[in-house]
Every structure is written in C-alpha cells, then in structure tokens.
C-alpha cells in the first residue's frame, strides 16, 4: 500500500505522471554514475536527474552513521536539489507530460524513485488543491518546488497536556515556494505540515528514511482550529483524524 494514497490520495495511472517516470533517465547510467562518483561536476553548477539522485543516495546513506545529523543532512540534500536542472530537456519534457492529469480534481502523486534509504516522490497540485496537515515520522522531508506556486506552513507538536485530548500546534514557519525554493523538515523540527497551491504546482519530493509499513501505520493526519487557540498567535488546537 502506498505511503500517501492510502489517506489522502488516489494513486494515479494516468500516462501522464507514468510517462514522467520512463521520461526521466535511470541511474543504471554507468557513465552518468560515474560523471557524478568522480566529481567532475562543479559544485555549484547545474546537475541532471542521474547525478541528482546518485548525490542523495550517497548523503541519505550516512543516516546509519553515528554522527548522522538531519538538520546538516536536510540542508545538504537541499542543496543538492536545488542543484537539479529544472530546464532540463528531460524534465521540461516529464513534468509536461505530467499535466495530462490536470482536471483530475485531485492532487497526483506518484514514484520517482524508491530506495533503501530514501525516496523520491513526484507531486502535482493544481489551484487551490491541498494536503491538509499530516505528520512524517521518524522521517526527514525535502521538497522542491518545480513549478508553480504554493503555500507551506509546518508545525511543531507541542507536548501534550495531561488528560488533554486534544493537541497543541505551534506553527513554525509559512512559506509561499516557487520554482527552486526547497522546504525541509526533520523527525524532531517542522515536522508537521501543510501544503497549498496558488496555481499549477508541481514538487519533487526527498524522504528519507522511505516510507515503510512502520512509518506509515504511525502516520497522522490532524484537523485544525484555524483559529489560534484561546488567541494565542501561532498556536492552534488540533485533534487526529
Ligand atoms: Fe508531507
């Protein structure tokens, strides 16, 4: 089952978001991989999709590290993909492709790339569509804005109030992302968010650890006072489902 359609989404079959997947070229590229493995690429130049996921796959690998460190590790790996060639020809071509599921009246999803230590997902809002506050546990997020725009905000969960049964959020940051603007999260910091398009919006998405049938089973969805609780700016009661 996958990590997202199960609450949220339908997970799409349309050719458009399909063709995106065969659109972007495999990492089974020995030369691509070995053009990324040597560094012969500059350190702040454009990358293509190869040389992107070989360079996250090498950062999301030290999670098993002792000295993994997810605030460094997010800020690396945005960095990494902001990197990524949007205007490419390749992935002009797969996100195009991707709006044939425009009209479907809900947000499309679909994988990008899963392995052990990570994922990547593709996501496409279209104006006005929204995920409406859920949590990633024990998960870190990267995500990258592609086209469009759209509205992030992330939150903490404050810790609960004895016999309370209701939870507290306190929202950190709000962001309105456009094309390269990266917004990050850990297992411990903005772990909780929000998303909502201005336009036709479409995300690359980095998870890493991936989602298993563990984090999934943990995963929450929240339904959220708008209103700040007992007028307290930034704050706002939330209970699950
Ligand atoms: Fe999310």
């Not at 605030?71 to 945005?78: G, I, K, S």
Request: charged fraction near 25%; proline fraction near 5%.
């Amino acid at each position: 089952m996958d990590d997202y359609s199960r609450r949220a989404f339908i997970r799409t079959s349309l050719p458009g978001l399909l063709g995106l997947t065969m659109a972007l070229p495999g990492i089974t590229a020995l030369a691509t991989r070995a053009n990324a493995c040597s560094g012969r690429i500059p350190q702040d130049g454009a990358i293509h999709w190869d040389a992107f996921l070989e360079a996250i796959a090498r950062e999301a690998g030290r999670q098993h590290l002792d000295d993994w460190n997810e605030a460094a590790y997010v800020a690396t790996a945005a960095a990494i993909v902001q990197r990524l060639d949007l205007d490419s020809p390749e992935l002009k071509t797969a996100f195009e492709q991707a709006k044939a599921g425009v009209g479907n009246q809900r947000v499309d999803f679909d994988h990008l790339e899963k392995q052990r230590d990570f994922q990547i997902s593709f996501v496409q809002f279209e104006k006005g569509e929204e995920i409406r506050h859920h949590d990633h546990p024990g998960m870190t997020g990267v995500l990258l804005c592609a086209t469009g725009t759209v509205d992030v905000w992330n939150y903490d969960e404050l810790a609960p109030q004895p016999g309370a049964d209701t939870l507290l959020l306190k929202e950190i940051s709000r962001a309105a992302l456009t094309k390269s603007d990266v917004s990050t999260l850990t297992s411990k910091d903005r772990n909780i968010h929000r998303l909502q398009a201005r336009s036709l919006t479409q995300l690359v998405d980095i998870f890493a650890p991936p989602y298993n049938g563990e984090r999934i089973a943990r995963s929450r969805w929240f339904k959220v006072d708008p209103e700040p609780f007992q007028g307290r700016e930034g704050l706002f009661e939330a209970s699950l489902g």
